[in-house]
């Protein structure tokens, strides 16, 4: 893995892990109640499950799993500082904002 693939790794696991170097946008998941939610933030924060299929580009930016009988779909986008476009380069936090978007995989 390159330098610039290892560093987007870094900074998309910081968001995943601690939601923090980013936001979270929830999509209607949350009308599953708080409780759900919490595990499903903390089943994103703990998700090892990354291999070629999931994750081409080794960047940690997607992943599911099934919770309650729902799947459960993160993923994170990398945008420009004003949020209207996509960033210049993902591994630069200077110019990037991170957005990690966790919706049920029917929204898809």
């Known amino acids: 893995m390159d330098t610039k693939t290892a560093r987007i790794r870094a900074l998309n696991d910081q968001l995943r892990q601690h939601l923090t170097g980013g936001m979270a946008v929830i999509t209607p998941v949350a009308a599953l109640g708080g409780e759900a939610v919490q595990r499903i933030v903390k089943t994103i924060a703990v998700f090892d499950d990354f291999c070629h299929a999931n994750d081409p580009h080794e960047e940690h930016d997607f992943g599911a799993f099934d919770v309650d009988g729902h799947t459960i779909m993160f993923k994170i986008d990398y945008l420009d500082q004003d949020l ?13 904002q991170r957005v990690i978007t966790i919706m049920l995989a029917e929204e898809y």
Do not use: F, K, L, Q
Request: aromatic letters at 0%.
């Open 84 to 96: 209207s476009m996509h960033s210049p380069d993902p591994a630069d936090p200077s110019v990037t």
